[in-house]
């Protein structure tokens, strides 16, 4: 279990999200029958940042915009605010900038 305690209708700090993200990814692939679960106080903003946020950390989507459509159509009222919607983008060009420094 790992709890990030983000305060509800607030989008989570940048190092914070990645850190989690990395943490999800990194239990995910030890085993294939592992699973997150992925939930907030709200039941929206933040745990849709974080599953935006992943979808791009697992290159599932190298844009932001098709991740939040996704959730959109498979959570419909994802609550996420334009903030929400701006920290997809900031941590879509952060997970960039990583790679490049990689190579």
Known sequence: VSECNWPSRQAPGLHNLFAVCKNMHNWLKQNPKNVCVITCSDGRGPSGVLVCAMFCFCHLFSHPVPAM???SAKR??????PSHRRFGFMSAEREKEILRERT
Do not use: R, T
């Open 69 to 71: 459509q996704l959730l």
């Open 76 to 81: 419909p009222g994802s609550g996420l605010w």
